[in-house]
């Protein structure tokens, strides 16, 4: 089969099956599950691959709610996997669009399957759970879950203009803990050693840090515990702290320099610190090959694509782990208008509205057609490997 004829069957097969995702869709829209929970939505996304003769893991890596679903035909071509997010914000649902990444992953596998039945290759959909502050990705990752895998591809709902590519930054969360001896205020605060005084300490230091560091990168803080009474000296405090920068040896240094404010918190007020990391969220490396590939067909669809906006800000994603151990994408398809921002009810409607189906069919054809592009083309596949390479030895 030609790759027009392949791509043209994408397109044909996605539209007559259109009505039964957006169902699936729907119905995570409507049932949102946090992170690690996922189990409903898991079932959802699995149900269609399995019965389309994908074989379907539940539970790797150790995760009970991720999966790996795969279709192979024996040959010894490429892997190329779609990454599926649905897991929901705590209180907002679906406010960042989960329940479209997700079905519009699987989607571009099972419709990919079913237009390329004897593809050169091995197709994989892959179930990453809990990509709001849980790292899915990461666990992954590490437990060798994307070990083999050639290209990675995903998509993510935006406002505003369509856009293949956009950088995002390396992040770590940040435990704070001080321990002090508790005392009297009134009748003998001299006895005490106050906690609650070195972390307001080490605000303050890291508010003044904030003015020597690079523009984009970014510390964010907040207290978890106070102290227990307004007349005892507090013992025990702890803040929660989030650090990001562009790339991840100056993430690095940033979090010895918010270690070095809470020690001279610590020191000021003769109380103790401990420090307590969470996973490290790389910053991502976009593929530049596949990501105007993808642009290509998302272009063949009618849809306009946007450069991004060099001043606009960014967030940060476990995507950016994968990206680093393969060629991976993750381009933004609009589904509400410039301002809308992402986290908020308003967008958590947009995911669940007729517009935010549309973008989640047209991201799954462009997806689905992308690696398609990729498995007949293997000089395209060969740029991909070759671009990512070169970002690695740049140490991006």
Known sequence: MEINEINQRINQIIDANAERFVAISKEIWENPELGFQEYRAMRLLTDPLAEAGFEVERGVAGLETAFRATWTRGSDGPTIAFLCEYDALKGLGHACGHNLIGTGGMLAGWALRQAWPDLPGKVQVIGTPAEEGGGGKIIMVERGVFAGVDAALMFHPTSGANIVHRGALAAQDLWITFRGRPAHAAAGPWNGLNALDALIQTFVNVGLLRQQLKPDARIHGIITKGGEAVNVIPEFTQAHFLVRATEVPYLEEIKEKVRNCARAGALATGTTVEFEEGLLYANRINNMVMARTFQRHLEELGLVVEEPDPKAGVGSSDIGNVSRVCPAIHPYVSI?????????????????????????LNAAKALAMTAADLFAQPGLLQAAREEFQQALAAGK
């Open 336 to 360: 509400a208008p410039e301002g809308t921002p992402g986290h908020s009810a308003a967008f958590r409607e947009a995911a669940g509205s007729a517009a935010g189906y549309e973008a989640m």
